[in-house]
């Protein structure tokens, strides 16, 4: 793919927009039109802000009160989706509180709140009927037909438009075929009833000729659902063959397509699909293409001249429509969240500032594309036509271009100006149509929002249009390039696989790990040559691959071990605090640094997808260093009680030798957190690695050795489960850390409960062991979000993490539209090889996983009903995702723990039988709940008995420090790794009091 378009953040001399480059001499002629396009908009209000509506007060309210503005929006976010006009009234109350459903009582129709039925179903109604209203606003009709009319009227009154086809987030194959028809067959009606209309010419031509009537704004990621920046090649294949015939036809007709611009991290991958795709020989004479470029960017002037140098090359004209941007609260939000770079402006004025370069950019270059502006701001209006002024540009060089329903008063001034106006108006149901309002809503009574500024807080014409002003705007620091101190501690970001260099360097990676697969590594630690037969690890993608050879330790290496270690034990005991911690910290940056290697290793021996083998390698770097920050805390002596005349303080002392008994599923992270917590806390470490992920223990070992752990204080034992009984057995050891099934875990608690001979100290086991969780889907849930929150939950790892999602709980009112859209997005999973970037589920780790799933599958079969997938397949261990319906409670399949992707799906009656259904194993792990209803996320918070609980999100990927994993009943003992009191598990607490009254005086205090 071509690397014209800029992924990264890093600031340019255009994207700063220097004050520099803002020309004063513009500013007279900016308020000359300004006043005069005010003149022509005055005395007229935009709908939405009307007194005769409700909308209104509400508006105004939300206006003060950012909390009711979050229930207000939620609530109408909720509102199609609720069938049943009682269930209205109730979720007003959830939301509003009965105070404010009374307020707005009188405009609802309200008045007969009462409890019976008959008033529910009469203000439920009203209630829906308002809220439509609203929404009717912003959207031109349920279908082309119904929207065609209004359409017709625009035409007649002097206004183009784009219709935007609004849909169900796509998640599925099906769902995008369905759209791509959606388009197809509103391109044909469009283009046959606009053939009808009479002649507008101002909206029929442009500086290059003829436009067409009939334009339609494209939702790329409506086009496929794996729209994947980390598969730029896979996802251009998955939209450009549905796009294809939806070119043709527009080519046809003709008809012009212009692509919407989505949220920042498919900015690069639309720009490639674009131009990738008006370059192909059937498309590259296509003259009516067009996309939208957001000005929030910070690199949009560089995106600006790759596109600019590209269509000198096609020779062929595109549009390019400038907005502003509609995600940047979102984008903000979700970048921050994951520690990335906000790849945005931060202050409005920025935004503001750039529109306006742009503007400048776009206008000087009308030679080689049409510029359209999108906006609704009065200051940026007048510049546009300032410069356009400046560039002596004739009126048809450009456009305006508004939303359908905002902002007719600046409709009515441009028009009126005799300037072209195309109306971006959306055409669909209510159900995507009232997500659609709230973003409007939003973006409306936003702080920033220029028609507020106007039209609600009436500000005077000469500050709306005031230049924006960019003077002594610092700099902030982005987010991840601060390192954190040993005061805090902050996540280690996972990689922003959107940025070309991150995938770059995992497939060179995989290069250079393949060139050392089969290769025999030696084991041997502080001295010890491990006796134990060789180990072969196998690629599980493609089991003839062997990934290493490893020797394991022997019964007698055993012995060895625990011996030195206790030899070692002395020294490190007494090694500082700020030693062992440098140790640690000093691991997490060798991880740092080899992290795209390490994560290649894990691809390979354990077959995780990449972002799965990142996160993995992440989270490993978070333990080193949450721990070490977490010890530096805790370790010096705590004084208890203030009273005089004595000192009482609280000693933390290492407990001894520490096993650590690891899993392959997470085979760095977890035995990362668990070793570095032993030895922080001054414990000496054997630690035996699953026998399915030897590499990753061996890597993990070789790291903490080359930070300064010492020879004797970490021994690494790779063996099977003799091994493990062998020091689980051993009098010498003080602590066992153990996490896998529940099986051997328990198994471990017992036989640690048996003092041996020569034995000195109870041993303590922590065991983090499985779960069977679940997440319930309620009748208010968005369903967009609970099918990819399931699906996600379920296959991630191809189910193979002891938080994987494997019931789901759905209430009967949903339950078949729930499982119909399951049974697609499970269809269209892809699964396959782990070293190809789009791979979403690869194999399982090998054939006795793969032949446990074979069995449950055969369970499964007899007791409900398969839905989707039942297969397994080679030569990978691969096991197709498989969803189960009709699931009883009783059933195996909905009790015991299936460690693979399998999801069992019950049908819950109510959200009380759902919670009981939930909790009816013996397991305590994760759960989760998709629901819109304050009172069912409450009822959840209070009795979903979880280690940890997930609302409206999936329910794997837990963030060390953020969300502390664990749980309990036969899920586990011991407290939450990452969390804060982990570290105390390792430690005896002593308490030292001493009388320090002597001959009648104690020390000053
Ligand atoms: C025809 C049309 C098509 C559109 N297509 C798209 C599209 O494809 N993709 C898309 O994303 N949007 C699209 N939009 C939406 C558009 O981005 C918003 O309507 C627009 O940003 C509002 O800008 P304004 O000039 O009207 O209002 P203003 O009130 O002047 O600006 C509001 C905008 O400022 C920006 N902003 C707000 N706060 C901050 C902050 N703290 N820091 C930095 N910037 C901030 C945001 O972009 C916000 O939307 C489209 C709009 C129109 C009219």
């Given at each position: 793919m071509s690397e014209v378009y800029t992924d990264g953040v890093s600031p340019s001399i255009e994207s700063e927009v220097p004050m520099s480059t803002i020309s004063s001499s513009f500013e007279p002629t900016v308020r000359r039109i300004g006043e005069q396009l005010a003149g022509l908009s005055a005395g007229q209000t935009p709908t939405l802000f009307e007194r005769r509506w409700w909308s209104q007060t509400a508006l105004n309210l939300a206006m003060q009160d950012s909390a009711f503005k979050t229930q207000l929006f939620r609530f109408i976010d909720v509102l199609p989706s609720v069938k049943d006009d009682e269930q209205v009234l109730k979720l007003a109350r959830e939301y509003l509180g009965d105070g404010n459903v009374q307020l707005f009582g009188a405009q609802w129709g309200l008045k007969a709140l009462s409890a019976t039925s008959l008033g529910a179903r009469l203000s439920g109604k009203a209630i829906r009927s308002q809220v439509e209203q609203m929404a009717r606003t912003f959207i031109a009709g349920a279908t082309v037909e119904d929207a065609t009319p209004r359409l017709a009227d625009l035409w007649q009154q002097g206004r183009a438009w784009s219709v935007d086809l609004l849909g169900e987030a796509t998640i599925s194959d099906q769902?995008?075929?369905?759209?791509?028809?959606?388009?197809?067959?509103?391109?044909?009606?469009?283009?046959?009833?606009?053939?009808?209309?009479?002649?507008?010419?101002?909206?029929?031509?442009?500086?290059?000729?003829?436009?067409?009537?009939?334009?339609?704004?494209?939702?790329?990621?409506?086009?496929?659902?794996?729209l994947d920046p980390i598969d730029p090649e896979g996802s251009y294949r998955s939209v450009?063959?549905?796009?294809?015939?939806?070119?043709?036809?527009?080519?046809?007709?003709?008809?012009?397509?212009?692509?919407?611009?989505?949220?920042?991290?498919?900015?690069?991958?639309?720009?490639?699909?674009?131009?990738?795709?008006?370059?192909?020989?059937?498309?590259?004479?296509?003259?009516?293409?067009?996309?939208?470029?957001?000005?929030?960017?910070?690199?949009?002037?560089?995106?600006?001249e790759g596109l600019l140098s590209w269509v000198r090359q096609r020779?062929?004209?595109?549009?390019?429509?400038?907005?502003?941007?509609?995600?940047?609260?979102?984008?903000?939000?979700?970048?921050?969240?994951?520690?990335?770079?906000?790849?945005?402006?931060?202050?409005?004025?920025?935004?503001?500032?750039?529109?306006?370069?742009?503007?400048?950019?776009?206008?000087?270059?009308?030679?080689?594309?049409?510029?359209?502006?999108?906006?609704?701001?009065?200051?940026?209006?007048?510049?546009?036509?300032?410069?356009?002024?400046?560039?002596?540009?004739?009126?048809?060089?450009?456009?305006?271009?508004?939303?359908?329903?905002?902002?007719e008063p600046f409709q009515h001034a441009v028009m009126q100006h005799g300037r072209r106006l195309r109306l971006y108006t959306p055409v669909g149901d209510l159900l995507p149509g009232m997500a659609y309002l709230v973003r409007r809503l939003l973006e409306n009574t936003s702080n920033e929002s220029f028609l507020r500024k106007e039209?609600?807080?009436?500000?005077?014409?000469?500050?709306?249009?005031?230049?924006?002003?960019?003077?002594?705007?610092?700099?902030?620091?982005?987010?991840?390039?601060?390192?954190?101190?040993?005061?805090?501690?902050?996540?280690?970001?996972?990689?922003?696989?959107?940025?070309?260099?991150?995938?770059?360097?995992?497939?060179?990676?995989?290069?250079?790990?393949?060139?050392?697969?089969?290769?025999?590594?030696?084991?041997?630690?502080?001295?010890?040559?491990?006796?134990?037969?060789?180990i072969e690890s196998r690629n599980p993608g493609c089991p003839d691959e062997v990934v290493a050879r490893l020797s394991s330790a022997s019964s007698e290496d055993v012995e060895q071990a625990v011996c030195r270690a206790v030899q070692a034990w002395e020294s490190w005991r007494h090694t500082t605090t700020e030693r062992r911690v440098d140790i640690i910290r000093a691991a997490a940056s060798l991880m740092r640094t080899r992290r795209d290697e390490l994560a290649a290793w894990e691809i390979l021996e354990c077959g995780k997808p990449w972002r799965e083998a990142d996160a993995d390698l992440a989270e490993a770097i978070d333990f080193l260093e949450f721990y070490a920050v977490e010890w530096h805390r805790l370790a010096p002596p705590r004084r208890l009680g203030q009273e005089p005349g004595e000192l009482n303080q609280r000693l933390y002392n290492p407990r001894g030798v520490t096993v650590v008994i690891a899993p392959w599923n997470f085979p760095l992270a977890i035995p990362t957190g668990m070793v570095s917590a032993a030895l922080v806390t001054g414990n000496p470490v054997i630690f035996k690695p699953s026998?399915?992920?030897?590499?990753?223990?061996?890597?993990?070992?070789?790291?903490?050795?080359?930070?300064?752990?010492?020879?004797?204080?970490?021994?690494?034992?790779?063996?099977?489960?003799?091994?493990?009984?062998?020091?689980?057995?051993?009098?010498?050891?003080?602590?066992?850390?153990?996490?896998?099934?529940?099986?051997?875990?328990?198994?471990?608690?017992?036989?640690?409960?048996?003092?041996?001979?020569?034995?000195?100290?109870?041993?303590?086991?922590?065991?983090?062991?499985?779960?069977?969780?679940?997440?319930i889907v309620d009748e208010t849930a968005d369903l967009d979000d609970a099918i990819t929150g399931v699906v996600a939950s379920f296959t991630?790892?191809?189910?193979?993490?002891?938080?994987?999602?494997s019931r789901a709980i759905v209430h009967a009112s949903i339950y078949d539209s729930f499982l119909e859209r399951l049974t697609e997005a499970v269809l269209s999973l892809r699964v396959g090889n782990p070293e190809e970037p789009g791979t979403q589920v690869g194999p399982v780790i090998d054939r006795r996983a793969q032949a446990t799933m074979q069995e449950y599958i055969e369970i499964g079969?007899?007791?409900?009903?398969?839905?989707?997938?039942?297969?397994?397949?080679?030569?990978?261990?691969?096991?197709?995702?498989?969803?189960?319906?009709?699931?009883?409670?009783?059933?195996?399949?909905?009790?015991?723990?299936?460690?693979?992707?399998?999801l069992a799906v019950m049908k819950a009656s109510s959200f009380q039988d759902a919670l009981t259904l939930a909790n009816s194993t013996a397991y305590a792990l994760t759960g989760g709940v998709y629901s819109r209803s304050p009172v069912n996320l409450e009822l959840a918070r209070q009795g979903f008995d979880v280690g940890n609980l997930y609302l409206n999100r999936p329910i794997t990927g837990a963030l060390v420090g953020r969300q502390p994993f664990g749980g309990h009943r036969l899920s586990g003992v011991g407290a939450k790794a990452g969390g804060e009191e982990y570290l105390t598990?390792?430690?005896?607490?002593?308490?030292?009091?001493e009388q320090t009254l002597r001959r009648g005086f104690a020390p000053p205090e």
């Open positions: 769902e995008a075929d369905r759209y791509r028809d959606r388009c197809l067959d509103t391109l044909t009606k469009l283009a046959r009833e606009a053939s009808l209309w009479p002649s507008v010419l101002l909206l029929e031509r442009d500086h290059f000729g003829p436009i067409p009537r009939v334009q339609l704004s494209l939702k790329i990621s409506a086009l496929t659902p794996h450009a063959a549905r796009l294809r015939p939806i070119l043709e036809l527009a080519a046809r007709l003709p008809a012009s397509l212009i692509f919407d611009m989505e949220q920042a991290d498919t900015k690069t991958l639309l720009l490639e699909i674009f131009t990738r795709l008006f370059a192909e020989p059937a498309f590259k004479a296509y003259p009516y293409a067009g996309l939208a470029l957001q000005a929030y960017h910070r690199v949009t002037a560089q995106d600006i020779g062929v004209p595109i549009t390019i429509r400038l907005v502003k941007g509609a995600y940047w609260d979102s984008d903000t939000i979700r970048y921050r969240q994951r520690g990335w770079p906000v790849p945005l402006f931060e202050q409005k004025i920025e935004t503001d500032a750039n529109y306006e370069a742009l503007t400048r950019l776009l206008l000087s270059q009308a030679s080689l594309v049409r510029p359209a502006f999108g906006t609704h701001n009065l200051r940026t209006l007048s510049y546009i036509e300032a410069v356009a002024e400046s560039l002596r540009l004739p009126p048809e060089a450009w456009e305006y271009q508004m939303i359908f329903g905002m902002a039209y609600v807080e009436s500000q005077p014409l000469s500050r709306l249009l005031a230049p924006p002003v960019l003077e002594g705007l610092s700099q902030k620091q982005p987010l991840s390039s601060q390192r954190a101190g040993l005061q805090e501690f902050r996540n280690e970001p996972q990689r922003d696989f959107a940025q070309a260099d991150r995938r770059v360097a995992i497939q060179q990676a995989l290069v250079t790990v393949r060139s050392q697969l089969g290769r025999q590594w030696s084991s041997s630690f502080g001295g010890l040559r491990l006796t134990g037969p060789l026998e399915r992920s030897p590499m990753m223990g061996y890597w993990l070992t070789e790291i903490l050795r080359e930070a300064g752990v010492p020879e004797g204080v970490l021994c690494c034992l790779p063996g099977g489960a003799d091994i493990g009984r062998t020091l689980v057995h051993h009098p010498e050891i003080a602590t066992i850390a153990f996490t896998g099934s529940k099986d051997v875990g328990l198994r471990i608690i017992q036989e640690a409960g048996t003092i041996l001979p020569g034995q000195r100290t109870v041993k303590r086991v922590l065991a983090e062991m499985g779960g069977k969780n679940a997440i991630g790892y191809a189910g193979q993490k002891c938080s994987a999602c079969k007899k007791e409900a009903r398969l839905l989707v997938g039942g297969t397994v397949s080679g030569p990978g261990w691969y096991v197709g995702p498989t969803v189960f319906a009709d699931v009883a409670p009783t059933h195996r399949i909905a009790q015991e723990e299936i460690f693979g992707p399998i598990q390792f430690v005896v607490t002593r308490v030292v009091s």
